[in-house]
């Protein structure tokens, strides 16, 4: 069936390194992928997403990489700041039959100075 | 936050009683999606719509109905609220093929 997952629950880096953080994704028909950050007590922000056309997309200090042979997404993040710190999540759809988006369980990123 | 509102902000319920969520949008997006969210589990799909009255179970939607019967309010309903449904609730609205917009979500407590 259709499930997103997420390698590490917990990534702790410090201010300044770059962080990676890794998704799973199982159906291979997902040609959509999101990465959303979530700070305590709010609704998840919309960082990047990532069509299946591509391998990778840049944003500002945010990277998405997308290996469709192993069914992997990556987010990483330049020199890592105090405010990166939240719970990052990505998400997955299925384009245009089924606009279902199913997400992972989540990684808590930690920045310590 | 993306012309989305959800209400209440915060419910607190007994067991067994019929509880309705509000999101209501001001962006015209087709679609719109429930999510609940609990520890360990991320955001799980309860229902979603893709236009007025049309509308499809997610992953855990037992227990929960929806409606949508114009384009900027989507309802979700617990018929009878049990104590398994406390949560924190996650509306969500996206445009065909683009990222979905979240609210600042309902916290719903059971007793």
């Known amino acids: 069936g259709e499930s997103v997952g997420l390698h590490l629950p917990t990534l702790s880096v410090q201010e300044g390194d770059n962080s990676i953080i890794n998704c799973a994704y199982s159906?291979?028909?997902?040609?959509?992928f999101i990465w959303y950050k979530q700070e305590s007590g709010k609704g998840p922000q919309f960082i990047i997403d990532i069509r299946s056309n591509m391998d990778k997309r840049q944003g500002q200090r945010v990277t998405v990489l997308l290996n469709k042979t192993v069914k992997h997404l990556s987010l990483q993040i330049a020199a890592t700041q105090p405010g990166d710190s939240a719970v990052y999540f990505c998400?997955?759809?299925?384009?245009?039959?089924?606009?279902?988006?199913?997400f992972g369980t989540g990684t808590r990123l930690q920045v310590f100075p | 936050d993306a012309g989305i509102t959800q209400s209440p902000r915060h419910k607190v319920t007994e067991t067994g009683t019929p509880v309705t969520l509000r999101c209501h949008q001001t962006?015209?997006?087709?679609?719109m999606y429930w999510y609940r969210q609990d520890p360990g589990h991320g955001l799980r799909l309860i229902h979603y719509?893709?236009?007025?009255?049309?509308?499809d179970k997610g992953e855990v939607s037992d227990g929960y109905s929806v409606s949508r019967s114009k384009t900027e309010d989507f309802l979700l309903t617990l018929e009878s609220a049990t104590s398994s449904q406390t949560s924190v609730y996650f509306c969500a609205i996206a445009g065909q093929g683009v990222e979905a917009f979240f609210g600042q979500g309902t916290r719903l407590t059971v007793v």
């Open positions: 962006e015209n997006h087709r679609y």
């Open positions: 998400a997955e759809n299925i384009l245009p039959k089924d606009d279902k988006l199913i």
């Open positions: 719509s893709y236009g007025v009255k049309d509308t």
């Open positions: 159906n291979s028909a997902s040609d959509y």
